[in-house]
């Protein structure tokens, strides 16, 4: 009898854990986007001229993740991509005191409702001052630059390692307005300042330059 009343006990305490686990497993995060509020930002490489930025916060189960700028895009109704700020120890070696800070932008990150997981979107050359990215669906365009003054554009997929679309488009300009999308079929135009316009057919594995290039400056 007693031997049966153990086995019981260890068959109920086996059936908690599991439910536990099931209920553990399938819990579900909140994630929210905080109010705006306006931060002093160096928009250049001298600290001492600072104009006004709008950031938020994201929240992940009510505490603070990470701190975001700029218009979020949902990219499915499950996965969030923002663009992440954060604070930079700008205090030098010899100064005494608490710490100095400045805000500081960063790359963008994908945020996943459901599981609350926060991780780095990769976008190759991606110049985190000078290269504005417009969403469109899993696909991300931007304009980056090299030293020697060339400007490329540049395509993303989510989940590709490399881009789909990296592009010379200009040469000795003084860069790129944003991108611009449409869809059915799905385009992006590319505008480098000075230069004419360049129209991009976005498939599910490739880019080709449309077929109306010439064109792809008019309404």
């Known amino acids: 009898m007693k031997t049966?009343?153990?086995?019981?006990?260890?068959?109920?305490?086996?059936?908690?854990?599991?439910?536990?686990?099931?209920?553990?497993?399938s819990r579900t995060h909140v994630v929210a986007l905080g109010k705006w509020t306006t931060v002093k930002w160096p928009a250049g490489d001298d600290s001492r001229e600072l104009v006004d930025m709008k950031i938020?916060?994201?929240?992940?189960?009510?505490?603070?993740k990470e701190f975001t700028v700029g218009p979020a895009h949902d990219v499915t109704?499950?996965?969030?991509?923002?663009?992440?700020?954060?604070?930079?120890?700008?205090s030098l070696p010899q100064e005494n005191g608490p710490n100095r800070w400045r805000w500081q932008k960063g790359g963008w990150i994908l945020i996943d409702r459901v599981s609350g997981k926060v991780q780095p979107v990769t976008l190759p050359d991606f110049d985190i001052d000078n290269s504005p990215?417009?969403?469109?669906?899993?696909?991300?365009?931007?304009?980056?630059?090299?030293?020697?003054?060339?400007?490329?554009?540049?395509?993303?997929?989510?989940?590709?390692?490399?881009?789909l679309l990296k592009k010379v488009i200009a040469s000795g300009t003084t860069g790129c307005l944003i991108p611009a999308w449409q869809r059915d079929p799905a385009r992006v135009t590319f505008e480098a300042?000075?230069?004419p316009k360049l129209t991009f057919t976005v498939r599910s594995s490739s880019v080709d330059i449309a077929a109306d290039e010439t064109s792809a400056g008019e309404d």
């Open 77 to 90: 109704e499950r996965l969030l991509a923002a663009q992440r700020v954060f604070r930079l120890n700008d």
């Open 193 to 195: 300042v000075g230069d």
């Open 56 to 64: 938020r916060p994201l929240y992940v189960d009510g505490k603070v």
């Open 4 to 25: 049966k009343m153990q086995t019981a006990s260890k068959l109920l305490v086996c059936t908690l854990l599991m439910a536990c686990t099931g209920l553990a497993a």
């Open 133 to 163: 990215v417009n969403w469109f669906r899993d696909y991300a365009a931007y304009c980056s630059a090299t030293e020697d003054g060339k400007i490329f554009a540049v395509i993303v997929q989510l989940g590709r390692r490399k881009p």
